[in-house]
């Protein structure tokens, strides 16, 4: 990528610029900067630039970055797909976790966050397509996914995630409408990326999660 601050200013002000022509202004929306398979210094570069949230995908490249950034204040989201297997290490390493989608991984979790430790900040994932092939909740599994977080004084849910087919802005709404109908709406919509996410700031998206349009096209 020719200017990593060049693009890290732009998205911002199209961030800030999508924020404030939402008909109900809801505060600032929370850039979490996607950087999996993304080198130790292209995090370094944006932490410099004042970006603080960096989402990752894939545990143990996580956990391999973060002993190198552990001079920064940074806050981690897990953002990946999550295993029974791997809800220790997520549990002791990241300060979000957006991907919960299974009344099992909730439990797993609160139970094994050091009480030391803040409460995790937790979204429940949900499939809003209904594809086969993507993780993600029902939403109608979505009441006993929140009352398992509940449950956990370890846990502290935030809000709802989708990661949508590519071209269907719909589901924001969808994920939206899902939230307003909970008995208590939750604060936080985790929805939008590179390609969509002033749409999904248009529909009232309070966290976005950029990766390609700030670091440019990474390793598959």
Request: charged fraction near 25%; aromatic fraction near 4%.
């Amino acid at each position: 990528m020719g200017n990593p601050e060049s693009a890290y200013r732009g998205i911002v002000g199209r961030i800030a610029a999508a924020a404030e022509r939402r008909p109900e202004p809801a505060g600032e929306v929370r850039l979490v900067a996607v950087s999996k398979r993304q080198p130790v210094e292209a995090i370094r570069a944006l932490a410099e630039l004042g970006q603080r949230d960096f989402g990752e995908n894939y545990l143990q490249e996580a956990l391999d970055k973060q002993p190198e950034l552990a001079d920064l204040p940074l806050i981690w989201h897990f953002i990946g797909p999550i295993q029974s297997n791997k809800t220790r290490a997520i549990a002791a390493h990241f300060d979000w976790v957006h991907s919960v989608d299974r009344v099992k991984i909730a439990r797993r979790l609160g139970e094994q966050r050091d009480p030391s430790l803040p409460p995790l900040k937790v979204l429940i994932q949900v499939n809003v397509d209904g594809e086969e092939s993507k993780s993600g909740a029902d939403p109608t599994d979505v009441p006993a996914i929140a009352a398992a977080c509940a449950e956990s004084p370890a846990l502290e849910l935030r809000g709802l995630m989708c990661i949508p087919r590519p071209g269907n802005t719909t589901a924001f709404e969808q994920l939206a409408a899902l939230n307003r109908s909970l008995p208590e709406p939750l604060p936080d919509l985790s929805m939008g990326m590179s390609g969509d996410f002033e749409a999904a700031i248009a529909v009232g998206a309070t966290i976005v999660r950029v990766g390609t349009a700030l670091f440019g096209p990474r390793d598959s």
